[in-house]
């Protein structure tokens, strides 16, 4: 049976929406992440620097981590708030496996709300490519994982 227009509507505004909720969170939590890096960086003197920075990458891939639970769970809220699981537990799994994009497809959604947790997917998988560009940025610009035996004489 096809969703009547007025469904698809509420799908996409929903779905807007939580693409715009989840898209502040990961950038006000990005800032947060850049800002605190940078209070322990200029904390550093040479000889602590290698641990220092290995810890702000650990803090970096900790807080991102973080970032896409606070996301899942938001997706999971609303997924619960419109009941479409029968537990929070559920909501939470079908959130997850849709979020990372993994999908393993043993809870689905209905077919009034399939269009939502589609968008959720593509929204997973451009804030995870986001982190991911973020975590490298943070690698290269420490250079804590660079070391003289990686460079190659020519």
Known sequence: MPVSLSQLTANLVLATGMVAVTTLVHFFGLILLTRLMGRAHRRLSRQ?????????????????FALHTIQIWLYAALYEALGEFQTFEAALYFSTVTFSTVGYGDLT????????????????LVL???????????????KVLEHDWLEQDD
Not at 48 to 64: E, N, P, T, W
Not at 137 to 142: G, K, N, Q
């Open 48 to 64: 602590q620097s290698i641990m220092r920075q290995a810890g702000m990458i650990v803090l970096v891939v900790f807080g991102i």
């Open 128 to 142: 995870i490519a986001w982190s991911t560009a973020f975590l490298l940025t943070v690698t290269t610009r420490l």
């Open 109 to 124: 959604m209905s077919v009034d709300w399939r269009v939502l947790g589609a968008i959720e997917a593509a929204n997973g």
